[in-house]
């Protein structure tokens, strides 16, 4: 059977991240083709390295443009895929609107989030769901969500949990003279990166044996460094852009940090608890069912400044832990095993009946 996974861009993300894992570990049972509705970057070429069979519509993929749904519709009656299997919102439009006019048999939509909807957005999504057979959430909190919103009915929402590319290195060494907190992400509102820094900013009030590091790339990247450079902390903060492969950087830190407003199943996240580090986390998507206080880290009341800064306290309190609780994070991260997520996927669409 052929599978074809759509994506809105693959370059660089979470989405991207699972779509180059998926490539890297592919399915022994069917046929995959991944295509995006716009452009590519990193993540396109390594999974082009990997040898998968990779498509760039180059379209503009935001809703709605007729230019990008003939360009799709014209790709997937080409390829005549027996299952269509769309992750994230444009991906999700486009993709079941074409499916409907050609007549795919097996069709899967994934929520790979919590979008702010207004009501025109809800009424759009609560059609476009209707249209797949079944829709995946990404996390407990995604299915709440889609439930709460009226969105989809609960018994056409499913489970099928990430893969983490895990670390299997943990003989690097960290220089302990400071505690080394690290930021893995879209340096984009919804992740929160500036509310981060002020909060950090509180801290080196009474903590100068302290340091952050930013990991990825977004369109706050430049308010962040222009706080860094105003308040004149560039000896304590840094911001390295994005990195294909983080995991050196990550190893060199002690604890990560996710502020997100809003989040899915942050794979992000996971990837750092795989290599030793506990988190300080907000109360949003998957990190309340990964964390647990005083374990492998810490959940704190919300995204506010204030509550993240307290989190911050709580890692440096604990700072003769940190190691304990990095092997309990590290623990849980390895039940995201990324060689048995293509298993999983198959599993799944074979029990929507497509075989």
């Not at 779509?19 to 993540?43: D, H, W």
Request: net charge neutral; aromatic share 8%.
């Amino acid at each position: 059977m052929k599978v074809v996974h759509l994506v809105t861009a693959l370059n660089f993300g979470g989405l991207e991240r699972r779509m180059e894992i998926l490539s890297r570990y592919p399915s022994k049972q069917n046929e995959q083709v991944f295509c995006a509705l716009g452009g590519g970057g990193a993540t396109f070429e390594k999974m082009i390295s990997h040898g998968s069979d990779t498509h760039l519509l180059e379209c503009d993929p935001k809703i709605f443009r007729i230019k990008t749904f003939l360009r799709l519709r014209d790709f997937l009656k080409n390829q005549q895929p027996d299952i269509l299997h769309t992750h994230g919102c444009e991906a999700n439009f486009y993709g079941h609107l074409a499916s409907l006019m050609l007549g795919i048999k097996v069709r899967v939509a994934e929520e790979i989030g919590i979008p702010s909807l207004t009501p025109l957005a809800r009424a759009m999504f609560s059609l476009m769901f209707n249209l797949p057979q079944a829709v995946i959430a990404m996390s407990p909190a995604v299915k709440d969500f889609l439930l709460e919103k009226n969105i989809v009915k609960s018994e056409k929402i499913k489970f099928v949990y990430n893969p983490v590319l895990l670390s299997t290195n943990n003989e690097y060494t960290k220089d302990n003279d400071k505690v080394r907190f690290v930021f893995v992400g879209r340096l984009e509102e919804v992740k929160n990166p500036v509310g981060l820094l002020r909060a950090f900013h509180g801290l080196l009030s009474d903590h100068l044996d302290v340091q952050l590091i930013y990991v990825g790339e977004g369109s706050q990247r430049k308010e962040i460094e222009d706080y860094i450079n105003l308040n004149n902390i560039n000896k304590y903060v840094s911001c390295v852009g994005f990195c294909s492969s983080p995991e050196r950087i990550i190893h060199s830190c002690h604890v990560v940090v996710q502020p997100s407003h809003s989040e899915g199943f942050s794979l992000a996240l996971v990837e750092a608890m795989s290599c030793g580090l506990p988190a300080v986390v907000t109360p949003v998507g998957s990190a309340k069912l990964l964390i647990k206080n005083n374990i492998n880290g810490w959940v704190v009341g919300s995204s506010e400044d204030e509550a993240i800064l307290e989190g911050l306290k709580y890692a440096l309190d604990s700072r003769q832990k940190l190691e304990e609780m990095g092997a309990a994070a590290r623990e849980v991260a390895y039940h995201y095993d990324p060689k048995l997520y293509s298993i999983k996927l198959d599993d799944f669409y074979a029990g929507l009946g497509s075989y």
